[in-house]
């Protein structure tokens, strides 16, 4: 008996990514908080902000029906 494999399900490889992007995004803003909390702020951290703050809101957009 021939098996073959099974396509990969999109909505399950979409979701793995989804998950990847929110862990990398949790870890990021953990980090940023520390730099906040420890008295470092400087224009690299601003933009950092700024560009999680971007991310967020473009995860929210896209996970909102």
């Known amino acids: 008996m021939h098996h073959t494999s099974m396509p990969t399900n999109p909505a399950l490889t ?3 990514r989804l ?3 929110v862990k990398r995004l949790v870890i990021e803003l953990g980090y940023l908080e520390y730099c906040l909390a420890a008295g470092l702020e400087d224009t690299n951290l601003q933009t950092a902000a700024l560009s999680i703050d971007t991310a967020i809101d473009c995860l929210n957009e ?4």
């Open 14 to 16: 979409r979701q793995h």
């Open 19 to 21: 998950r990847a992007i």
């Open 62 to 65: 896209h996970l909102v029906p």
